[in-house]
């Protein structure tokens, strides 16, 4: 069973910079891609950023030009730097692995306050 484990949440000020990690355990070759999404209370989960294999991204509207996505290959890792951080971009933020099936790591919390 693929698991994903994230790192690197926590509280930021407004302005402020924080960067998330995930390993999975496992990935199969021809993965098709990795990515962020985040829930806020009350809000639907909604997209972050998503990087495929052949390192296309995508962000949500909400963190471009904010936020950056990369992977590490070989250490089958994917990073998310976010920078400018905004009150809103308050959340649990969860990492996922899509390939023959979809897997999600247990989520971090960032909380964006003064």
């Known amino acids: 069973q693929v698991q994903l484990v994230e790192s690197g949440g926590g509280l930021a000020p407004p302005g402020g910079s924080l960067n998330l990690s995930c390993i999975a355990s496992?990935?199969?070759?021809?993965?098709?891609?990795m990515g962020w999404h985040r829930q806020a209370p009350g809000k639907q989960r909604e997209l972050v950023a998503d990087i495929t294999k052949l390192g296309t991204a995508m962000y949500g509207d909400p963190v471009k030009g904010r936020f950056t996505i990369s992977t590490d290959n070989a250490k089958n890792t994917v990073f998310l730097h976010m920078n400018d951080l905004k009150p809103e971009d308050t959340a649990v933020y969860y990492c996922y692995l899509r390939q023959a099936k979809e897997y999600w790591g247990q989520g971090t919390q960032v909380t964006v306050s003064s």
């Open positions: 496992e990935r199969n070759p021809n993965y098709c891609l």
